[in-house]
């Protein structure tokens, strides 16, 4: 079975740009989790997408977005981009909601984002 | 809010000795579960082990095996037979999930671990 898939791997903008980042999960994973990780922060939870629907979203200003296709495919988009924002982002997908009984959550590779 | 600690930021040890990683944890919630995650320099985080806190028996997995202990909110990883492969930044985890929902994986700081040969 294939593994979770995040694309691009790496991407370089510049502040005040957009960027949409996607997360494709395992075959039959319908919960799809976003996660930033910075050296000085950690990691940190973005949000959870579960059906189509975001079902819990982290301590993020609202230029942070995304959305769930019925394929359980993922994106996250951030607008206006900031020096900040430069993280490496991971995707986990699982089979259940975080915290269910089937809520191991699988991480993609990740996006590396570097803003300029 | 739920928080995870993590105390050890870099721990190292010998290949094929034993080493200890420490994760307290802070929630009110009764019902959750606990991980442990690996991340080797390729960024690619692998769950270790997992641990639901209404089960008592610490969960074991191979060459890893965990000290949970709930009262006191701990969460210690045990490496038995260290082995250069195991080298890695080490993430401890909690989902916490309050009925209505969970709030995705709180994450500790990490410990980065150390394999000497």
């Known amino acids: 079975k294939a593994g979770v898939t995040q694309t691009p791997r790496y991407l370089i903008k510049t502040r005040g740009q957009q960027v949409t980042l996607s997360c494709s999960p395992i075959?039959?994973?319908?919960?799809v989790s976003w996660y930033q990780q910075t050296p000085g922060q950690g990691l940190q939870f973005l949000f959870e997408y579960f059906s189509e629907t975001q079902r819990n979203k982290g301590n993020f200003p609202g230029r942070f977005s995304g959305r769930q296709f019925s394929n359980s495919r993922s994106e996250m988009n951030v607008s206006t981009l900031e020096l900040g924002d430069s993280a490496l982002y991971l995707c986990a997908s699982s089979l259940a909601r975080t915290g269910g009984l089937d809520n191991e959550q699988f991480f993609g590779p990740g996006t590396r984002l570097t803003v300029l | 809010a739920q928080t995870v600690t993590q105390s050890q930021p870099e721990m190292s040890v010998q290949e094929a000795e034993t080493v200890t990683l420490s994760c307290t944890y802070d929630t009110s919630e009764s019902d959750y579960y606990l991980f442990w995650y690996k991340q080797p320099p390729s960024r690619q985080m692998i769950l270790v082990i997992r641990q639901e806190a209404y089960k008592q028996q610490n969960a074991t997995e191979n060459r890893f095996s965990v000290n949970f202990q709930k009262a006191a909110k701990s969460f210690s990883l045990k490496i038995s037979d260290s082995q250069l492969g195991d080298a890695a930044m080490y993430f401890c985890?909690?989902?916490?999930?309050?009925?209505?929902?969970?709030?995705?994986?709180?994450f500790g700081k990490g410990t980065h671990l150390i394999i000497q040969p």
């Open positions: 985890a909690c989902s916490m999930y309050s009925g209505g929902g969970a709030d995705g994986l709180t």
């Open positions: 075959s039959g994973h319908r919960s």
